[in-house]
């Protein structure tokens, strides 16, 4: 490796880059979850050998330790593990990909100032170059990948980085599938250890099908051997010949009417034993309304059934948590909830102290109340004025509600504790309180008069800005006190509506008079709405209002401005049938308009443009179109707007560079009536114009810049206020911008927002010159002369060899507007059938012009730069052309003032 290496410069990929992506994503579709990770850094192998890059780190999000930890990582042999790397270490670098930005630079120095600590990090491990893409499943950023450079600097064009993006998404969808994968095996493998400790036998039958599928605990239920082919009819034999009708009326009514069924029975094994079962399950619907489908469960209930205590069989069927305690405080009785929510087996818990059931904590208490129920026992529950727990086999607390009831047995006097865990009851009392305050919250800072009414049709509530409308305090308009406010002429019918819809339970809207606070009544729309709890428990009413006074005045003006109209209908009729005339001639002009802007051509540069286009137009993504002037990059955007979601509505064009910077943000946003001097009606912008549509931007880089915050918003947020208004404007509109400008130039020279160069910079599109794609210039050509030549009614059957050679070799400064004005200029003198055309004396390379050595040596540079398309560095570069290293080639052109229009 030599002392100072030579910067490496991205070459233009051909078709097997393309080829390279298909292969990873074809690969990365069916991939089994297990095989990712090892995927993923063959992956990074392969593009880091294609494209000569020194390494690649993959990096995913730990939420827990809120940093980027590496998982996946390839380098050249001898380099540092990237593993080693900690975020901690790169917080600029960090922080940006957490926001979901993409970080690039192809030399240290161009890291900005607050990135100090990175630069560091990132000359210690000896990086270059680099370039870290955000790994994105939908809004959320799961993780980074970066491609780096430790060999020598090098430049990520905007070519490059698209490419590399589509690895980055491939690579975080698939990490998506994986993690996926891992949380659907963990939730199937909590469904099979649920089903194992309910002791559920498992079945399922497919009504077309003959056979039943079942699991091996149902097999054991019916003594069968695990893995016997169970038929409906071997199923019946099995079934005692008692319940053999109630079960097959039963498994035949589900298998009419989808329905959800319960059947006990016993049944009889092989060597003759009984027991009684549970069959819980239900049926499902096919397409002809019968059902097509049954599954259930099998549960073992034989000791239930066969004990002859109605007691016990009472307190295992009930759902709650039941225990019998005798006077020794020891429990001698629990059913099946107590396991459940204990944790214990019933058999560990007979003959043991109820303490066991209480914290270590409470015991004294426990004792105590023990002793004073005992000689007087009575019915009672523990809950609403002690926080009660009961602790579990493992020491974990919950809250608890504790019923006591006294019974007398021959065994002697007993308790009968029944025993709730209300753990989600208390998290859900939080939470309605959280949501209590979330909504206060909410309704405080909302922009409208909020209200709230309890069950007794009184007000609880008011916000703040319905108090400050008023002039009032809370407890002023509690209860009924708010009606004090509204006019007397509007007070009865008010509250008539009020409670009309408070009995019924509906919606309402009422329109009635409010005092403000300064005295004035204003004209409000109410609008109440019912709530209910999730059980459908009714809770009262919540309102909003809004002030309409000024609708209220706009109506009466729309009533008087009505009759102007009926007046101007009449002026209308006579006019319609010559708009209609108009019509016609306006239809044809812009049928021949958009015939005329049809893109053309079929070299590799222009198709690439193109397929760009297809790409970007179905989302609603912001896309930059970088040009020189006459390019056609408005005609990429029209494209790109007919291939959209809204290509039936009109694209609404601005050029920034035409209008004066005083009018500009009339133009883009609109105004009030009197916002200026001159301002005598209201007018709406081209963004509230184009809602719902496209605008078009043209000349971006010429928006003056204290306008770029505001377009910046927009953009953003998708609002904005028009001038001489305090009223927000919420638009969904597509933005196209088109500049031929250098942005980034001036961005450096503070002519042009950062922020808003990488929100307009999210899918750059490049429209080359004329002279990047010469082999279009003859189908450009034919494409003007006939569409020219038809206009003028002429016919041109050839064109001059010398004349097309000419037009090839020329460089078209002025690209496809030039060369169509020059192929106008020349139909116009040319009559015969025969197209000739003879290129200005000034725009031959060839010819010779006297000047200074200074002069010669500026034009010389000049045609190379032309001929390169304006790249100094790398193969076929100007300064390989010229034998100039690019740094020398660069100070020529600066003392020569050479820049690139």
Same mark, same amino acid.
């Given at each position: 490796?030599?002392?100072?290496?030579?910067?490496?410069?991205?070459?233009?990929?051909?078709?097997?880059?393309?080829?390279?992506?298909?292969?990873?994503?074809?690969?990365?579709?069916?991939?089994?979850?297990?095989?990712?990770?090892?995927?993923?850094?063959? !992956?990074?192998?392969?593009?880091?050998?294609?494209?000569?890059?020194?390494?690649?780190?993959? /990096?995913?999000?730990?939420?827990?330790?809120?940093?980027?930890?590496?998982?996946?990582?390839?380098?050249?042999?001898?380099?540092?593990?990237?593993?080693?790397?900690?975020?901690?270490?790169?917080?600029?670098?960090?922080?940006?990909?957490?926001?979901?930005?993409?970080?690039?630079?192809?030399?240290?120095?161009?890291?900005?100032?607050?990135?100090?600590?990175?630069?560091?990090?990132?000359?210690?491990?000896?990086?270059?170059?680099?370039?870290?893409?955000?790994?994105?499943?939908?809004?959320?950023?799961?993780?980074?990948?970066?491609?780096?450079?430790?060999?020598?600097?090098?430049?990520?064009?905007?070519?490059?980085?698209?490419?590399?993006?589509?690895?980055?998404?491939?690579?975080?969808?698939?990490?998506?599938?994986?993690?996926?994968?891992?949380?659907?095996?963990?939730?199937?493998?909590?469904?099979?250890?649920?089903?194992?400790?309910?002791?559920?036998?498992?079945?399922?039958?497919?009504?077309?099908?003959?056979?039943?599928?079942?699991?091996?605990?149902?097999?054991?239920?019916?003594?069968?051997?695990?893995?016997?082919?169970?038929?409906?009819?071997?199923?019946?034999?099995?079934?005692?010949?008692?319940?053999?009708?109630?079960?097959?009326?039963?498994? +035949?009514?589900?298998?009419?009417?989808?329905?959800?069924?319960?059947?006990?029975?016993?049944?009889?094994?092989?060597?003759?034993?009984?027991?009684?079962?549970?069959?819980?399950?239900?049926?499902?619907?096919?397409?002809? /309304?019968?059902?097509?489908?049954?599954?259930?469960?099998?549960?073992?209930?034989?000791?239930?059934?066969?004990?002859?205590?109605?007691?016990?069989?009472?307190?295992?069927?009930?759902?709650?948590?039941?225990?019998?305690?005798? /006077?020794?405080?020891?429990?001698?009785?629990?059913?099946?909830?107590?396991?459940?929510?204990?944790?214990?087996?019933?058999?560990?818990?007979?003959?043991?102290?109820?303490?066991?059931?209480?914290?270590?904590?409470?015991?004294?208490?426990?004792?105590?109340?023990?002793?004073?129920?005992?000689?007087?026992?009575?019915?009672?529950?523990?809950?609403?004025?002690?926080?009660?727990?009961?602790?579990?086999?493992?020491?974990?607390?919950?809250?608890?509600?504790?019923?006591?009831?006294?019974?007398?047995?021959?065994?002697?006097?007993?308790?009968?504790?029944?025993?709730?865990?209300?753990?989600?009851?208390?998290?859900?009392?939080?939470?309605?309180?959280?949501?209590?305050?979330?909504?206060?919250?909410? +309704?405080?800072?909302?922009?409208?008069?909020?209200?709230?009414?309890?069950?007794?049709?009184?007000?609880?509530?008011?916000?703040?800005?319905?108090?400050?409308?008023?002039?009032?305090?809370?407890?002023?308009?509690?209860?009924?006190?708010?009606?004090?406010?509204?006019?007397?002429?509007?007070?009865?019918?008010?509250?008539?509506?009020?409670?009309? !819809?408070?009995?019924?339970?509906?919606?309402?809207?009422?329109?009635?008079?409010?005092?403000?606070?300064?005295?004035?009544?204003?004209?409000?729309?109410?609008?109440?709405?019912?709530?209910?709890?999730?059980?459908?428990?009714?809770?009262?009413?919540?309102?909003?209002?809004?002030?309409?006074?000024?609708?209220?005045?706009?109506?009466?003006?729309?009533?008087?401005?009505?009759?102007?109209?009926?007046?101007?209908?009449?002026?209308?009729?006579?006019?319609?049938?010559?708009?209609?005339?108009?019509?016609?001639?306006?239809?044809?002009?812009?049928?021949?308009?958009?015939?005329?802007?049809?893109?053309?051509?079929?070299?590799?540069?222009?198709?690439?443009?193109?397929?760009?286009?297809?790409?970007?137009?179905?989302?609603?993504?912001?896309?930059?179109?970088?040009?020189?002037?006459?390019?056609?990059?408005?005609?990429?955007?029209?494209?790109?707007?007919?291939?959209?979601?809204?290509?039936?509505?009109?694209?609404?064009?601005?050029?920034?560079?035409?209008?004066?910077?005083?009018?500009?943000?009339?133009?883009?946003? /609109?105004?009030?009536?009197?916002?200026?001097?001159? !301002?005598?009606?209201?007018?709406?912008?081209?963004?509230?114009?184009?809602?719902?549509?496209?605008?078009?931007?043209?000349?971006?880089?010429?928006?003056?810049?204290?306008?770029?915050?505001?377009?910046?918003?927009?953009?953003?947020?998708?609002?904005?206020?028009?001038?001489?208004?305090?009223?927000?404007?919420?638009?969904?509109?597509?933005?196209?911008?088109?500049?031929?400008?250098?942005?980034?130039?001036?961005?450096?020279?503070?002519?042009?927002?950062?922020?808003?160069?990488?929100?307009?910079?999210?899918?750059?599109?490049?429209?080359?010159?004329?002279?990047?794609?010469?082999?279009?210039?003859?189908?450009?050509?034919?494409?003007?002369?006939?569409?020219?030549?038809?206009?003028?009614?002429?016919?041109?059957?050839?064109?001059?060899?010398?004349?097309?050679?000419?037009?090839?070799?020329?460089?078209?400064?002025?690209?496809?507007?030039?060369?169509?004005?020059?192929?106008?200029?020349?139909?116009?003198?040319?009559?015969?059938?025969?197209?000739?055309?003879?290129?200005?004396?000034?725009?031959?390379?060839?010819?010779?012009?006297?000047?200074?050595?200074?002069?010669?040596?500026?034009?010389?540079?000049?045609?190379?730069?032309?001929?390169?398309?304006?790249?100094?560095?790398?193969?076929?570069?100007?300064?390989?052309?010229?034998?100039?290293?690019?740094?020398?080639?660069?100070?020529?052109?600066?003392?020569?003032?050479?820049?690139?229009?």
């Amino acid at each position: 490796m030599s002392a100072h290496p030579r910067p490496v410069t991205y070459v233009e990929p051909n078709l097997w880059f393309e080829r390279l992506i298909s292969d990873l994503s074809k690969r990365f579709i069916d991939l089994d979850p297990g095989q990712i990770d090892g995927e993923i850094e063959a !992956a990074q192998k392969l593009t880091c050998e294609v494209l000569g890059l020194d390494r690649s780190t993959l /990096g995913q999000w730990d939420e827990g330790n809120k940093t980027f930890v590496v998982t996946h990582s390839w380098g050249l042999p001898g380099l540092e593990p990237a593993r080693k790397v900690k975020s901690q270490d790169l917080p600029w670098f960090t922080s940006k990909i957490a926001r979901g930005e993409v970080v690039r630079f192809a030399r240290l120095c161009d890291l900005p100032e607050e990135a100090a600590q990175d630069k560091e990090t990132l000359r210690r491990l000896g990086q270059k170059s680099n370039i870290t893409f955000p790994l994105r499943v939908g809004k959320h950023v799961i993780g980074g990948l970066a491609f780096g450079m430790l060999r020598a600097e090098r430049e990520w064009p905007d070519q490059l980085v698209g490419r590399l993006r589509l690895i980055a998404d491939i690579f975080a969808n698939a990490l998506a599938r994986k993690s996926s994968a891992e949380v659907l095996a963990e939730s199937q493998e909590r469904m099979r250890l649920a089903v194992e400790s309910a002791n559920l036998g498992l079945w399922s039958w497919n009504l077309r099908e003959e056979k039943i599928w079942t699991s091996e605990r149902f097999s054991s239920l019916f003594g069968l051997p695990h893995g016997a082919q169970l038929t409906f009819e071997r199923f019946l034999d099995a079934v005692h010949p008692d319940d053999r009708d109630n079960v097959h009326s039963s498994i +035949a009514a589900a298998a009419l009417l989808p329905m959800e069924f319960r059947v006990d029975f016993r049944v009889v094994h092989p060597d003759g034993a009984v027991r009684w079962v549970v069959n819980r399950g239900r049926s499902d619907a096919s397409p002809a /309304g019968n059902s097509a489908r049954m599954s259930g469960s099998i549960l073992d209930i034989t000791e239930r059934k066969l004990s002859s205590d109605r007691f016990r069989i009472a307190v295992e069927a009930c759902p709650t948590a039941m225990i019998t305690v005798d /006077g020794y405080g020891k429990i001698v009785l629990a059913n099946s909830q107590v396991e459940k929510i204990f944790d214990y087996q019933r058999e560990e818990l007979i003959g043991q102290s109820v303490d066991i059931l209480v914290p270590e904590r409470f015991h004294g208490d426990h004792i105590l109340h023990h002793a004073q129920f005992a000689p007087h026992p009575r019915a009672r529950s523990i809950c609403a004025d002690r926080d009660l727990y009961g602790v579990r086999k493992d020491g974990s607390e919950f809250r608890i509600e504790i019923g006591f009831s006294p019974i007398q047995t021959d065994e002697g006097n007993l308790v009968l504790c029944a025993i709730t865990d209300i753990t989600d009851r208390v998290r859900a009392m939080e939470a309605i309180s959280d949501r209590e305050k979330l909504f206060r919250t909410v +309704a405080n800072s909302a922009p409208v008069l909020i209200w709230m009414s309890g069950l007794d049709k009184g007000c609880t509530f008011f916000n703040e800005r319905w108090l400050k409308f008023t002039g009032r305090k809370m407890e002023e308009e509690l209860g009924q006190g708010w009606a004090s406010g509204v006019h007397p002429d509007d007070l009865n019918r008010c509250l008539e509506g009020y409670n009309a !819809a408070f009995d019924s339970r509906e919606e309402f809207e009422l329109n009635y008079r409010l005092r403000r606070a300064d005295g004035e009544f204003r004209w409000i729309v109410d609008r109440g709405v019912p709530c209910f709890e999730s059980d459908g428990a009714f809770r009262g009413y919540v309102g909003s209002c809004i002030d309409i006074s000024d609708w209220k005045e706009s109506e009466r003006a729309l009533i008087d401005a009505n009759e102007q109209l009926l007046e101007a209908n009449q002026r209308i009729g006579k006019m319609k049938e010559l708009l209609e005339h108009e019509n016609v001639y306006l239809q044809k002009e812009i049928t021949v308009e958009r015939n005329h802007h049809e893109v053309v051509g079929r070299s590799e540069p222009i198709r690439r443009v193109l397929m760009k286009a297809e790409q970007v137009a179905p989302t609603n993504t912001a896309v930059l179109l970088l040009g020189e002037t006459g390019t056609g990059k408005e005609l990429v955007a029209r494209a790109i707007h007919r291939s959209s979601k809204r290509g039936g509505r009109l694209m609404v064009k601005v050029n920034c560079a035409a209008l004066p910077a005083s009018l500009v943000e009339n133009e883009l946003f /609109g105004r009030e009536k009197g916002a200026y001097t001159g !301002a005598l009606t209201r007018e709406i912008g081209r963004f509230e114009l184009a809602n719902e549509s496209t605008i078009f931007l043209d000349e971006i880089g010429e928006l003056p810049l204290e306008l770029q915050a505001k377009l910046l918003r927009v953009l953003q947020e998708g609002e904005f206020e028009r001038l001489g208004s305090s009223r927000t404007m919420h638009v969904n509109v597509r933005v196209i911008a088109a500049t031929s400008r250098d942005l980034e130039a001036a961005m450096r020279e503070g002519k042009f927002r950062e922020d808003l160069y990488y929100r307009l910079n999210v899918f750059p599109i490049r429209i080359p010159p004329l002279r990047e794609r010469r082999e279009d210039i003859p189908l450009l050509t034919w494409h003007f002369l006939r569409d020219l030549g038809g206009r003028m009614g002429r016919e041109i059957e050839s064109v001059r060899a010398t004349t097309m050679t000419a037009f090839q070799n020329y460089t078209w400064p002025g690209n496809v507007r030039e060369l169509r004005n020059v192929i106008e200029r020349h139909l116009i003198t040319n009559q015969g059938p025969a197209f000739e055309a003879e290129l200005p004396e000034a725009i031959h390379t060839s010819a010779f012009v006297e000047g200074t050595a200074e002069e010669s040596e500026r034009r010389h540079i000049l045609h190379v730069l032309e001929r390169t398309g304006w790249r100094v560095r790398g193969q076929g570069g100007a300064g390989e052309i010229l034998g100039l290293k690019p740094t020398t080639l660069e100070s020529r052109m600066k003392k020569l003032g050479i820049v690139r229009q």
